[in-house]
Each structure stands twice: as structure tokens, then as C-alpha cells.
């Protein structure tokens, strides 16, 4: 496990709403660089909206959101976030290395970086089958290599092992692990509070609001459980 | 912008419908069946040579709207186009990539509709069948950048396809395909005026009647390509990096 060192991203009293309900509510943050830091929280608690604003795809009512020292959303960032949607956003009627390739060229890159994103997502045997004829797991894993093709400095995954079976969510932490300690900022959401225990540091997410923000040792030191999911319900309790 | 990002993204396009074998027959048969009918139905050279002409036009128009409004459609509900937008490519090298494999898919469909016209139809004009080729692909980039702007008011593909009868029949009932526009009530003729597939029209029935190239078929053919202009610049304006 790894430190805190500088921060990727900051947010001072940032504020998103959508559809005239408040989602983020005087937010403010840092997450740390090279590190995997877990978004935890139920489902519908603001953490896709949370992660939409890093990715400058979202409008924000107020405050600011900072990303590798540039406002989120500038033209500079786009070549270092990568960003893995809930759903898997590639083209189901391309194969797995046309999908690959092609998000590869969008930042000038070519095969030789396209194969190896697909071999560390461990589709390389798939390579050359559609999209849709995948499952759902080697689907947002093909999404995935779409977005670490470029090697991006700060890579947000929202989601990524939903729906997964426990070998292929384990090798899946395993390539975040390994993509942190190449010097990757990793944020990465998840409802599963089994998959905290993977990150360096977890922000616990509760309607728009962090209710904790620190290492799993520190989760567990404070609420007296080794059980992550016992910790977080004891959070909530305890507001 | 970029060249080569153009570029790929046209050839990703071209990937996608290369695979999908279904729309590419419906898109190559379709044009010279439909005129085979037309030719059959009407039972005369004259009447079919009137209005084959219009008709070479008004299809690359339909089916390349259809085309793009739908794929459009698709690439905004999977999430692909929001992806595309957090990359370093521009909003123009999209509606630039699918232009360039739409005109080319539209370029083809017209060649195949104008080759059966003229050597198994008898199809005659005055002016040259290229020019007729000419003008059907400038209604085919028309009709594209129409859809690649009308895609942005559909939220599922059951709307983008009603948009049809909705922009496309006014713009054939009053182009001029049935009855003269200059016949028409004053005030219908204006609103004909405004509708990009009236000038189609008018620079297909000018390749009918001229042997040579005129310059009210340029200034026609100028008119289609500022709507599509027109449009695609509305199509990018639609395009957003962030939404609410």
C-alpha cells in the first residue's frame, strides 16, 4: 500500500445538480496521484455524477473541480483521463481489436499499443470476435483496454467489476494494482464494500457527501470491525 | 482537427456498415427496384423520364437521412459519442469521418441507380449522366447532414425514424416532383423557397432538358451543398462535451 502524495484531483465546494435535484452538495476533496482510490457508496448516491464532472462531461453548478492541476474538462486533459462508463461504451458491431485500434488512433497510437491494451485486459484470444458476441464481463473489459490504451495519467473506472464472477474481478484489481504502481492515478467506483479492502484509500459516499475519507486500516481502527461493509453501515449510524 | 483521427473515424464507420451486409443490400437494391417499379407503373418513356430524374435525386436524399440519423442516434445512446468527446478528437472529425463514408456509400448507391436507369430503363436526358451522379450525391450529403442534426432531438431510434415523414414528405410534396412550384399558391411556393430539396430538383430537371453543364445547375448545386453546410454546422452545435 502506498502513501498519499500529490493530488490529482481537488474539488472546493463543488456543487452539481441535475434535473432540479441537488446531487453534490459543497463538495470538497483531494485524491491523491498513483494511488487506487475507491468511490464507495449505494447505488444512486452521486458517484457517476461525481466522476462525470472529473471527466469534464458534466455540468457544474458551482465550485471548481481540479484535475492534474488544469479545471476539469480542459482541451489538455483529454489525452490524459481515461474513462471506463458503467455500461460498456464500445461499438458492438466492431471486433474487440477494431474497438481497440480505434480509440488507439485517436491519440495517434497505432496495433502495437492497441494489442498490448488488449492483452493486459486478457481478451487477446478474443481479439478478433465482435463485441457482441462477448459476455458482459469480457465486454467492459474490451471498454476498458479502450481506455488504457493511451496510458492515461489518471484512469476513472466507474463500476468496472459489477456483474463479474470473483476470479475475473480478482484479476481485474490485480491490473488496477498493477497499473497504480506504474505510476497510474486509479479512481474507481464501486457498491461493493468487499472491493474497498483493493484500495489505498476509500472515500465513503452518502447522498452527495463523503462520510469518510482515509485508508482501509483507518476505516476499520475507527469503527472498531475488520468488516468494510460493517465499518460503512456503522458510518451512516453514527452521523 | 485532424487528418488522420478523420480518417480513422471514416473507416471505422465504413468497418461497421462493411459487417452489416443487410443495410448495404437495402441500400445498393432498393434505388434500382424502386425505379424498376416507377418504370413498369407508369408504362411510358416520356412520363417515366420525368420523373425518374426528381427520383434519382429524392432517394440518396431519404436513405442517406435515414442512415445517419439512426447511426447517429446510436453512437449518442451508447455512450460512445460522450466517450469520443472526453478524447483528444474534435466534434468535426466525427461528422467529418461519417461524412466521408456516407458520401462515398451514397456516391456508389447513385452510380448503381443511374447505371440501371439509363442501360436497362431508357432513361433519357439531355445532359450528361454524370452530372446526374453529380447531383445525387450532393442530395446524399444534403440528406446526411440533416440527419446527423435531426439525431440530436431523437432520445430512441423509433423517434429518428419518425422524423422521416416528418422533414422529408413536406420537402417531396413541394419540391416540385408532383406538381410545377411555380403553380403552386403563392404562399406554398414560398415556403418551397426555403426547403434545400426544391433546388435537388430543379438542378436534376436542368440536367434533363441542357446538354451542357448551365450555371443555374451550379448555382443549384451551391444552394444544396450551404444547407448541408448549414446543417453540419448545426449538427456540431449539437454535439456537447458537457451535459446537465
Not at chain 1, 483531494?30 to 455524477?49: E, F, M, Q, V, W
Not at chain 1, 473541480?65 to 474513462?83: E, F, H, M, N
Not at chain 2, 418551397?192 to 430543379?202: F, I, K, R
Amino acid at each position: 500500500m502506498k502513501t498519499a502524495t500529490s493530488a490529482a484531483i481537488e474539488t472546493h465546494d463543488l456543487v452539481i445538480t441535475r434535473g432540479g435535484r441537488t446531487i453534490i452538495d459543497g463538495l470538497n476533496t483531494h485524491i491523491a496521484s498513483g494511488i487506487i482510490t475507491g468511490l464507495l457508496g449505494p447505488s444512486g448516491c452521486g458517484k457517476t455524477t461525481f466522476m462525470r464532472g472529473i471527466v469534464g462531461a458534466q455540468i457544474i453548478t458551482s465550485g471548481t473541480i481540479t484535475v492534474l492541476g488544469q479545471p476539469a474538462g480542459s482541451a489538455a486533459l483529454r489525452k490524459d483521463i481515461g474513462y471506463v462508463t458503467q455500461e460498456a461504451s464500445v461499438y458492438a458491431d466492431l471486433t474487440v481489436r477494431d474497438n481497440v485500434r480505434y480509440f488507439a488512433s485517436l491519440y495517434g497510437l497505432k496495433a502495437r499499443e492497441a494489442n498490448r491494451a488488449i492483452e493486459d485486459v486478457g481478451l487477446t484470444s478474443h481479439a478478433d470476435l465482435l463485441v457482441s458476441n462477448l459476455s458482459g464481463g469480457q465486454r467492459s473489459r474490451a471498454s476498458l483496454a479502450c481506455a488504457i490504451v493511451a496510458t492515461p495519467q489518471l484512469l476513472i473506472l466507474d463500476e468496472p467489476t459489477v456483474g463479474l464472477d470473483p476470479v475475473l474481478r480478482r484479476e481485474l484489481w490485480q491490473r488496477f494494482r498493477a497499473l497504480a504502481e506504474s505510476g497510474t492515478t486509479v479512481l474507481v467506483s464501486s457498491h461493493v464494500m468487499d472491493e474497498a479492502a483493493h484500495c489505498d484509500r476509500l472515500l465513503l459516499m452518502r447522498e452527495g457527501a463523503f462520510i469518510a475519507d482515509e485508508t482501509p486500516a483507518d476505516v476499520r481502527a475507527r469503527t472498531g470491525t475488520q468488516d468494510l461493509e460493517e465499518a460503512f453501515l456503522r458510518l451512516i449510524e453514527a452521523q | 482537427m485532424s487528418a488522420s483521427i478523420t480518417l480513422n473515424t471514416a473507416k471505422r464507420v465504413a468497418n461497421q456498415l462493411r459487417r452489416d451486409r443487410r443495410t448495404l443490400a437495402i441500400v445498393f437494391i432498393i434505388p434500382p427496384i424502386l425505379m424498376t417499379l416507377m418504370r413498369y407503373v407508369f408504362n411510358s418513356e416520356q412520363q417515366f423520364d420525368k420523373l425518374a430524374l426528381p427520383m434519382l435525386g429524392v432517394f440518396p436524399f431519404v436513405i442517406m437521412f435515414l442512415l445517419t440519423s439512426v447511426a447517429m442516434l446510436r453512437e449518442r445512446t451508447s455512450g460512445t459519442l460522450e466517450r469520443l468527446l472526453c478524447t483528444p478528437m474534435s466534434k468535426l472529425d466525427i461528422l467529418l469521418g461519417y461524412g466521408i463514408t456516407f458520401a462515398t456509400l451514397a456516391a456508389l448507391q447513385a452510380a448503381i441507380a443511374c447505371a440501371v436507369s439509363y442501360w436497362f430503363l431508357g432513361l433519357d436526358t439531355a445532359g450528361a449522366a454524370s452530372s446526374v451522379v453529380i447531383v445525387a450525391v450532393a442530395n446524399a450529403i444534403l440528406g446526411m447532414a440533416l440527419g446527423l442534426f435531426v439525431s440530436a432531438f431523437a432520445q430512441t431510434e423509433f423517434q429518428a425514424v419518425q422524423f422521416m415523414p416528418a422533414v422529408v414528405l413536406p420537402q417531396l410534396l413541394l419540391c416540385g416532383l408532383f406538381t410545377p412550384r411555380s403553380s403552386m399558391a403563392p404562399w406554398l411556393e414560398k415556403i418551397s423557397n426555403v426547403l434545400p430539396l426544391s433546388y435537388a430538383v430543379e438542378a436534376l430537371n436542368e440536367v434533363g432538358v441542357h446538354a451542357d453543364w448551365t450555371r443555374t445547375l451550379s448555382r443549384n448545386l451551391i444552394v444544396l451543398l450551404g444547407f448541408a453546410l448549414a446543417f453540419l454546422v448545426l449538427a456540431a452545435a449539437t454535439l456537447r462535451r458537457r451535459t446537465p
